[in-house]
């Protein structure tokens, strides 16, 4: 029998805060921006797919891909499906695509899940996920480091390791994707007051699921050491406060004998837009300002 994977998650606690965060309506804008994004790149791809779904996607995300839809499912409806991707009830062969945004970050078997996507694609099917990683938070996470070494003489779990896009790379390749390519979009969002940050944390049901957390009330002391912190690694000249979000986008193709042969290892570096045929948008430190963007939060 396997070994079952390291437990890092509550599972259970993460979509009872989903499900709540749902019905708070909050602000969701990194999720509709990865959504978008995701759009976007999938906007100048050669071919439609005939049986698609949306994994776990939220209304707001699902209604950012709406528009584009049609130019590459030729199917009238992609269902939205709220699941446990850890074990998905599909059978094998069953889509074209698969689409996820922001919710396998969170899933304690990613390789078991991987593998099971695959395998619910049909030959030559496409995945497509957007999931937070690399430095997402490190800032809170330092904050919280610093000031409960001060205040309670450890460290407990306070935010969610994030795997970087070179390990997720790897990943797709070991569950049997095909021309596996990964991406990475960093986004800083400068905030007015740290309280908008939680609840922008809220809005997506991205507080503190891990297993190992502290079960009591934060202290007083240890909260304001942490602001403290945070203000002065953190702070800019006009009082906001920086914080980063990572979203790793991934695509991986079904295998099939029509696909090209993969590169040599080592003979060329994969991305996301040359497998797709977009044109990609460079990762950098912050994504630019645009209409309606908000990278500056009240």
Same mark, same amino acid.
């Given at each position: 029998? !396997?070994?079952?994977?390291?437990?890092?998650?509550?599972?259970?606690?993460?979509?009872?805060?989903?499900?709540?965060?749902?019905?708070?309506?909050? &602000?969701?804008?990194?999720?509709?921006?990865?959504? !978008?994004?995701?759009?976007?790149?999938?906007?100048?791809?050669?071919?439609? @797919?005939?049986?698609?779904?949306?994994?776990?996607?939220?209304?707001?995300? #699902?209604?950012?891909?709406?528009?584009?839809?049609?130019?590459? $499912?030729?199917?009238?409806?992609?269902?939205?499906?709220?699941? &446990?991707?850890?074990?998905?009830?599909?059978?094998?062969?069953? @889509?074209?695509?698969?689409?996820?945004? *922001?919710? *396998?970050?969170?899933?304690?078997?990613?390789?078991?899940?991987? $593998?099971?996507?695959?395998?619910?694609?049909?030959?030559?099917?496409?995945?497509?996920?957007?999931? #937070?990683?690399?430095?997402?938070?490190?800032?809170?996470?330092?904050? #919280?480091? =610093?000031?409960?070494?001060?205040?309670?003489?450890?460290?407990?779990?306070?935010?969610?390791? @994030?795997?970087?896009?070179? &390990?997720?790379?790897?990943?797709?390749?070991?569950?049997?994707?095909?021309?596996?390519?990964?991406?990475?979009?960093?986004?800083?969002?400068?905030?007015?007051?740290?309280?908008?940050?939680?609840?922008?944390?809220?809005? %997506?049901?991205?507080?503190?699921?891990?297993?190992?957390?502290?079960?009591?009330?934060?202290?007083?002391?240890?909260?304001?050491?942490?602001?403290?912190?945070?203000?002065?690694?953190?702070?800019?000249?006009?009082?906001?406060?920086?914080?980063? #979000?990572?979203?790793?986008? %991934?695509?991986?193709?079904?295998?099939?004998?029509?696909?090209?042969?993969?590169?040599?290892?080592?003979?060329?570096? =994969?991305?996301?837009?040359?497998?797709?045929?977009?044109?990609?948008?460079?990762?950098?430190?912050?994504?630019?300002?645009?209409?309606?963007?908000?990278?500056?939060?009240?």
């Amino acid at each position: 029998m !396997a070994d079952r994977p390291p437990q890092i998650f509550d599972r259970k606690l993460y979509a009872e805060r989903r499900k709540r965060a749902l019905a708070r309506n909050g &602000d969701v804008f990194l999720a509709v921006e990865a959504a !978008a994004l995701m759009a976007e790149r999938l906007s100048g791809i050669k071919r439609t @797919f005939e049986t698609a779904l949306a994994l776990n996607i939220r209304p707001e995300c #699902f209604e950012a891909l709406r528009p584009h839809a049609d130019k590459w $499912i030729a199917a009238p409806n992609m269902p939205s499906l709220t699941l &446990d991707e850890e074990a998905l009830p599909f059978a094998e062969g069953s @889509f074209n695509l698969i689409v996820s945004i *922001l919710s *396998l970050h969170a899933v304690n078997d990613l390789p078991g899940t991987l $593998i099971q996507i695959r395998r619910a694609l049909k030959p030559d099917g496409l995945f497509l996920a957007a999931l #937070f990683g690399g430095e997402t938070l490190h800032e809170l996470r330092a904050a #919280f480091a =610093a000031a409960e070494g001060e205040t309670m003489g450890g460290v407990s779990p306070r935010v969610a390791p @994030f795997a970087d896009v070179r &390990d997720m790379g790897s990943l797709l390749q070991r569950a049997g994707f095909a021309l596996p390519v990964t991406d990475v979009e960093r986004t800083i969002v400068r905030y007015r007051r740290f309280e908008t940050l939680i609840e922008d944390l809220r809005a %997506l049901g991205e507080t503190n699921m891990l297993i190992e957390r502290l079960k009591r009330p934060l202290r007083r002391d240890t909260l304001a050491a942490m602001l403290s912190h945070y203000q002065r690694e953190n702070g800019n000249t006009d009082g906001r406060l920086n914080a980063t #979000f990572d979203v790793v986008y %991934l695509a991986g193709w079904a295998p099939h004998e029509s696909q090209q042969k993969p590169l040599r290892p080592g003979s060329a570096r =994969a991305r996301l837009a040359d497998a797709l045929g977009t044109k990609e948008i460079p990762a950098g430190d912050a994504v630019p300002p645009r209409p309606g963007d908000p990278s500056h939060k009240h």
